[in-house]
């Protein structure tokens, strides 16, 4: 079956790093995409990984591993604003659509 | 920039009447996707679209149908609403080929009485 695991909820303090990990099990498999929710609003792209290594967009970097089904999103110098859902998303094939996952809920404290 | 509108915000329906919801975007992207958002559930995919007149099933399509006649178009039917259909329905296009960077629509919350 397929099946991507994520924390359901994460907490960390303003100025902090946080990480949000990833596993994912699915029958084809081209790619790992991030996502960002704000509460009440649209799901919007954040990075994305077709091979293994690290990618760096600013305060964000993104990391897979797909020898070990894994990829996480780091955030660094947390900001109250960065208070949102993370999804994870896997590309199964060259055309396919995006399997997500359930997210995860960060909160952001002062 | 990206955009894609959806018909409603908010819709309220009674169960059994048929639902039309509708997404447009102005990009001129080749894919389109219909998703619904329930708590603790994440984004499932009810029906996909590669091209005009093109559509492919999701994960959950039971209880939805599809049209795409125009590339910048794409609606979801509910033929026969059902309280178990109340969600958030979300729309998403992206370039052909570019499926992992899909663009969002804001979203139809739509409640079934």
């Known amino acids: 079956g397929q099946s991507l695991e994520q924390p359901s909820e994460v907490t960390a303090v303003e100025g902090a790093i946080v990480q949000i990990n990833c596993t994912y099990q699915t029958s084809g498999f081209y790619g790992l995409s991030w996502y960002q929710q704000h509460d009440g609003g649209a799901p919007t792209f954040l990075s994305y990984n077709a091979l293994d290594g690290l990618e760096e967009t600013g305060r964000f970097s993104s990391f897979l591993s797909r020898s070990d089904s894994y990829g996480y999103l780091l955030l660094q110098e947390l900001q109250m604003k960065d208070s949102a859902s993370y999804f994870c998303a896997v590309r199964e094939g060259s055309q396919g659509n995006l399997i997500f996952g359930k997210g995860t809920k960060l909160s952001v404290k002062p | 920039d990206v955009k894609v509108t959806q018909s409603s915000r908010y819709l309220v329906k009674r169960t059994g009447e048929k639902v039309f919801l509708e997404c447009v975007q102005d990009?001129?992207?080749?894919?389109m996707f219909w998703y619904r958002q329930d708590p603790g559930l994440g984004l499932r995919l009810i029906y996909f679209s590669y091209d005009v007149k093109m559509k492919e099933k999701g994960d959950i399509p039971e209880g939805y149908s599809v049209s795409r006649e125009k590339k910048e178009r794409f609606s979801l039917i509910l033929e026969s609403a059902s309280t178990n259909q109340t969600s958030m329905y979300l729309c998403a296009s992206s370039l052909e080929g570019s499926s992992y960077e899909q663009y969002f629509g804001p979203g139809t919350r739509l409640t079934v009485t």
């Open positions: 990009m001129d992207h080749e894919n």
